[in-house]
């Protein structure tokens, strides 16, 4: 079962800046993320007031991104391997009152962006404040 240590959320100023971090170990990540040919995909989700859960932002096995069309441009994702861990991290600039909602890390281990996420965190709150 992998597992997330999720951070970096808060209250920030519309037009400030925000990084979120998510530490995933267990399960296949220490198996699979780093080792050649295993497929795998992270990433961050949000869910804003009363609105459905969408993909923010992803990265796989290949450091090849994807990001949502709202946050292109203004965003970053990045991923650093540990010895059992990865840890992604997302930088998101110029924010506004869209960005704001509970975000959560997830991940699919062996299967590509294209798949379903099988782990979900338990997620982080970010307010944007006007």
């Known amino acids: 079962q992998v597992q997330f240590l999720e951070s970096g959320g808060g209250s920030v100023q519309a037009g400030g800046s925000l990084t979120l971090s998510c530490e995933a170990s267990g399960g296949g990540v220490s198996t699979c993320i780093g080792r050649?040919?295993?497929?795998?995909?992270m990433g961050w989700f949000r869910r804003g007031p009363g609105k459905e859960r969408v993909p923010v932002a992803l990265?796989?096995?290949?450091?090849?991104?994807?990001?949502n069309a709202s946050v292109r441009g203004r965003t970053t994702i990045s991923q650093e391997h540990g010895i059992d861990t990865n840890t992604l991290r997302l930088r998101m600039d110029v924010l506004n009152a869209e960005d704001a909602g509970v975000y959560y890390c997830?991940?699919?281990?062996?299967?590509?962006?294209?798949?379903?996420?099988?782990?979900w965190g338990k997620g982080i709150l970010v307010t944007v404040d006007s």
């Open positions: 990265i796989d096995n290949h450091d090849a991104r994807q990001y």
């Open positions: 050649p040919y295993c497929l795998y995909c």
């Open positions: 997830a991940a699919v281990i062996g299967g590509d962006c294209g798949y379903t996420m099988d782990y």
